[in-house]
């Protein structure tokens, strides 16, 4: 698990400025390359938006946890879950080891990892307030009516209409025929909401598939979003629903940073590297091409102090509309990708906790609230943390239900105001109706009585005076087109390197995935530098092989100026919508087109 230590040019030192994901990530991989590592990290606590923190006290003074906003693991994240399996847990276990059952049936011992604390979902609510809600399960289908059952309750079901359920699967088939420069082009400069011709279609499918569960879970508006990144990701997140070799959705087994985060703070200290918490950059100096230096404030016991700092190579790793205020005209001159950093939209995403006086697990996995003008999503944390006991000292709260509100402009239905609007006491009352007006359908399943306490993400403030709400940690959102301006890891400033959500990868999304991919890519621009070839592994997303002549034709197509042959050769087409009706007529019908059979 651990890796050897790489020789470097001795002496190399790396400033990390950022403790998020991003961070914490390149600190991993350059630590364990044997280079001298400090990060700087502005919040007392690192893991920046994935972090947990101490909520409310319990009726004996103890802080009950809190998330910024869940986490959820889809099962095409490589990066991530990569650093979490190097990521020893060393505390656990009398000797840090678990016991493990390998192939015939021979049992040997393995130290544990963080990566051992996720755990799947089983189940996935659908709530709507009119109509019938649904309970998807999230494991992979094994017979013929359970198949019928999740392509039913994914594309389908009494609130699509049927031609526009087999529309809508026609789209994702022309997404898996496309080819790579017609994702790049065409469909980053497309909205979702066009690409599935959403305006043109049902209330159901509107809200069912043009919205989906990708805009709750991820916060991404499908009018403004771009074809290429909901329409990879989303490909992605099915697969995990029907492919065993993945998990649809898995989740941490307690709070992020009793189980993650803490940990690997842990081992990046065992592996030498210096971390400051309360250290916030201020200023990034460059003088030729280079940067000079770090200017920072660094608050400790107590004191206020003003320093600057050196180093031979530094990561940018704070996020895009902090990144975007400390890079000054001259370092944009020397590093002219970071000159579209305002241009990259970011939007508000944030959590609040709900604790109960009793569990009330709802659904194993997550909810997704479709008729809640806030985008809700939910997860109800008690069943999922295996040590929940130990969060409650007084034993007066059994259930915690976190859940994230990623639509800050629509009103809300008891105040009439967008979330945006309101104060914190209307906040957390209107996210509350609102998940009563979905859960107590058939039952009453939220009662008042249940409340004992709520947590509204410190990142959000209230200035009375002015009256209005800030939210200091904002999420990015990949609106149409923005691609271009999210720049590589790689900056034309020899010992500058950014990671974070915003850089330029292959996962394209606002996410802790994003987040590590980038932060190996930072590692390997450095590398390069060094000419150290001990480069970080990079994944890229898996294809189904079936399409992939498909998508040479597509390719074809492509340099051509055609469109897809979906649309240039129905014939050909045809045959690849058929694969629904079995290999067999597909492949028939495949046949009879690339023969030019009728
Ligand atoms: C509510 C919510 C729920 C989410 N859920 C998921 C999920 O389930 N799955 C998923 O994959 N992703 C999720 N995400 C997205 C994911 O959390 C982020 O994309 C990812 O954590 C970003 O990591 P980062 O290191 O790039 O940036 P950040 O997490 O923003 O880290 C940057 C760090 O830099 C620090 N910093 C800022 N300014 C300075 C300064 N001047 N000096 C020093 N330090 C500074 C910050 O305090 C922070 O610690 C969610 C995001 C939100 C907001």
Redesign the pocket.
Same mark, same amino acid.
């Given at each position: 698990m651990t890796r050897p230590r790489a020789r470097t040019r001795a002496g190399a030192r790396v400033t990390i @400025? *950022? *403790? *998020?994901?991003? /961070?914490?990530?390149a600190a991993h991989e350059l630590a364990e390359r044997g280079y001298e590592v400090t990060v !700087?990290?502005? $919040?007392e606590r690192? *893991? /920046?938006?994935?972090?947990s923190f101490p909520g409310p006290a319990d009726s004996d003074g103890h802080p009950l946890p809190a998330e910024? /906003?869940?986490?959820?693991?889809p099962g095409f !994240?490589r990066h991530?879950t990569d650093t979490m399996a190097r990521t020893p847990v060393s505390s656990e276990g009398s000797d840090g080891s678990r016991s493990e059952t390998g192939a015939g049936a021979e049992t040997r011992t393995r130290a544990k990892t963080v990566a051992d604390h996720l755990v799947s979902t089983e189940q996935m609510l659908q709530a709507v307030t009119d109509g019938d809600s649904r309970i998807m399960t999230t494991d992979r289908p094994r017979t013929l009516a359970e198949w019928r059952d999740r392509l039913g309750s994914l594309f389908a079901g009494p609130h699509v209409p049927p031609d526009e359920s087999a529309f809508f699967v026609d789209r994702l088939l022309t997404l898996l025929t496309s080819c790579e420069a017609r994702w790049d082009e065409e469909y980053e400069r497309t909205p979702w909401w066009e690409f599935v011709n959403a305006g043109a279609m049902s209330e159901g499918y509107q809200k069912f598939l043009a919205y989906g569960v990708t805009q709750s879970?991820?916060?991404m508006r499908p009018e403004v979003s771009s074809t290429r990144t909901i329409g990879r990701i989303y490909l992605q997140m099915i697969r995990g629903l029907f492919d065993d070799r993945v998990h649809a959705d898995r989740?941490l087994d307690g709070p992020t940073n009793d189980v993650w985060i803490d940990p690997w703070i842990d081992y990046l200290r065992e592996l030498g590297v210096t971390l400051h918490a309360n250290? +916030?950059? +201020?200023g990034l100096e460059c003088e030729g091409g280079h940067v000079t230096g770090v200017t @920072?404030v660094h608050e400790r016991d107590g004191r206020t102090n003003e320093k600057r700092v050196e180093s031979d190579y530094y990561v940018l790793?704070?996020?895009v509309d902090?990144a975007r205020r400390?890079v000054t005209p001259t370092l944009e001159a020397a590093a002219p990708a970071l000159a579209d950093l305002d241009r990259i939209e970011t939007a508000w &995403? $944030? /959590?609040l906790q709900f604790y109960l006086v009793e569990d009330v697990p709802t659904v194993r996995g997550h909810g997704v609230y479709y008729d809640s003008p806030w985008a809700l999503t939910s997860i109800s944390q008690r069943q999922f943390w295996s040590a929940f006991d130990r969060y409650d000292g007084g034993g007066d709260v059994e259930g915690i239900l976190s859940v994230?509100v990623s639509e800050w402009d629509e009103p809300g239905i008891v105040y009439g105001k967008p979330a945006r609007e309101c104060t914190e006491a209307e906040l957390v009352t209107e996210v509350w109706e609102q998940l009563k007006r979905h859960l107590n359908r058939e039952k009453t399943v939220l009662t008042d009585d249940l409340l004992v306490d709520t947590f509204v =993400?410190p990142a959000l403030t209230y200035d009375g005076e002015a009256e209005t709400l800030t939210n200091d940690?904002p999420?990015?959102i990949n609106t149409v087109g923005t691609r271009q301006y999210r720049p590589p890891a790689d900056t034309a400033v020899p010992n500058l390197v950014l990671?974070? =959500? !915003?850089v330029r990868t292959e996962t394209d @999304?606002?996410? &802790?995935?994003?987040?590590n991919e980038?932060?190996r890519r930072a590692v390997n621009a450095i590398l390069d530098r060094e000419g150290d070839g001990d480069r970080c592994e990079l994944w890229s997303f898996d294809q189904p092989r079936l399409f992939e002549p498909a998508r040479r034709h597509d390719e074809l197509n492509w340099r051509l100026g055609l469109p897809h042959p979906g649309a240039a050769s129905p014939v050909l087409w045809k045959g690849y919508r058929r694969l629904s009706d079995g290999p067999r007529a597909g492949l028939a019908a495949l046949t009879r087109g690339f023969s030019g059979r009728k």
């Open positions: @400025l *950022g *403790g *998020g994901v991003a /961070g914490l990530s !700087y990290e502005r $919040n690192f *893991g /920046g938006k994935a972090r910024h /906003g869940f986490r959820f693991f !994240y991530v879970l991820v916060a989740l250290a +916030t950059v +201020t @920072l790793a704070v996020p902090v400390l &995403m $944030n /959590g994230i =993400d940690e999420l990015l990671a974070g =959500d !915003y @999304l606002a996410s &802790m995935e994003a987040a980038a932060a």
